[in-house]
């Protein structure tokens, strides 16, 4: 089965390999393994410990989300959140649950955010000191660029929590040119391509020493876990993780580090994209987004016009032929989407293409083009 959906993604088989075996976290030999990974996920973010630290969880990315917001903005803080997207939307909903105030910058879930939108929000609300923002928007595929943003934030004084979880890994954004940065969280299945079950933070140092107190959570306090870092050693992993998870996303990044790092893993998602973003367009389908504003990292496309189209069957009869894609979607119009990351080629996309075409045929549906 080809897996085209934007994390948990195909992985390699010596990544799973890793995973194949037990483990105890806390032995000397494994306790360098891990040592070791957060060292090469500062390199990644393109920082050091000097500035940086590696602060990862069990879990999911929305559970570092949860942490970071808790972490960095404090009790009953103001957060900016460009809303372009369903993971802002998420980002909106786990900050007013954890008691910060929201301010959501709306804007269409067809382009990234604009600096002078962001800008124009800031200027208005000076009890504003936070923005989240999502860097890749894994419902619709567009890209909110911290390079544009973030300027942006550090003019105006405010601090900058960045969701790269569909991000990081292949899209930039070096931490040594954003001090405005008060961390980029991630996880280990996607575009790093490990299996799931860890998330990342790479923190600013010194925002997390004076967060000290924020969280209102054990388990979610990212300074917690940078002073058990200091206590027990950066081998050490606070509470019980998911060990095998670990030991694969050493060997991604072996793999990574392979392909060029991040320049070269962004190569060939982009070399994904066009194939899939080509073909689709070639049987006659709309992507939902213009050329301009398609990301590298998922293609999401509308839903046919013709009233045999629809999703279940369709996710059905692709897999039928060897794809899984996704059998939800998160776009403000109804679509489907395709991860274009993992360990897949831009030969697996022709043939997802093929899929695509063949699929559609066993419904019946001709006429391809959105309503
Ligand atoms: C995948 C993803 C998350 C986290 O999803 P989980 O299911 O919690 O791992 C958060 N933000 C973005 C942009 C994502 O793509």
Redesign the pocket.
């Known amino acids: 089965m080809l897996l085209l959906i ?2 948990p993604v195909q992985t390699r088989a010596e990544v799973r390999a890793a995973a194949a075996q037990d483990y105890a976290p806390w032995d000397n030999d494994f306790r360098k393994v891990y040592a070791r990974i957060r060292d090469r996920v500062l390199a990644v973010a393109g920082t050091s410990a000097a500035t940086h630290a590696t602060l990862p969880l069990q ?7 949860e942490a970071a917001v808790r972490t960095f903005v404090p009790p009953g803080g103001k957060l900016l959140v460009p809303a372009n ?1 369903s ?1 802002a939307q ?2 909106i909903r786990l900050a007013r649950e954890a008691g910060r105030q929201v301010v959501e910058l709306t804007a269409p879930d067809t382009q990234g955010i604009t600096a002078d939108a962001v800008a124009a929000a800031l200027a208005a609300d000076p009890a504003i000191g936070h923005v989240a923002m ?5 419902g619709s595929g567009i890209v909110n660029d911290p390079a544009v943003i973030g300027p942006v934030v550090r003019a105006a004084g405010r601090r900058l929590i960045l ?5 990081f890994g292949a899209l930039p954004c070096p931490l040594a040119d954003h001090p405005e940065i008060d961390a980029l ?1 991630f ?1 280990s ?2 575009c790093l391509e490990g299996l ?1 079950g860890i ?1 990342f933070a790479v923190a600013r140092i010194e925002s997390v020493t004076a967060a000290a107190g924020n969280a209102g959570s054990w388990s979610f306090d990212l300074s917690d876990v940078y002073a058990h870092a200091l206590r027990a050693g950066w081998g050490s992993f606070r509470f019980t993780p998911a060990v095998q998870a670990l030991a694969a996303f050493d060997v991604a990044l072996d793999l990574h580090a392979a392909e060029g790092g991040q320049p070269g893993r962004l190569a060939r998602y982009t070399e994904n994209m066009q194939a899939l973003y080509a073909g689709v367009r070639g049987l006659g389908l709309t992507p939902y987004l213009a050329p301009a504003h398609q990301g590298p990292v998922i293609v999401t496309i509308h839903q046919p016009s013709d009233p045999n189209f629809a999703l279940q069957p369709f996710v059905d009869a692709l897999k039928a032929r060897g794809v899984l894609i996704s059998n939800f979607f998160n776009t403000q119009a109804p679509s489907f989407r395709i991860g274009c990351i993992g360990a897949v080629t831009p030969e697996d996309m022709r043939r997802a293409v093929a899929a695509i075409d063949g699929a559609l045929g066993d419904l019946g549906v001709t006429r391809r083009q959105a309503a």
Do not use: W
């Open positions: 934007p994390g879990g999911c990315g929305h559970f570092m989300m997207g993971y998420r980002a999502v860097q890749n928007e894994t969701d790269a979880v569909s991000a969280l996880t299945g996607k799931p998330g």
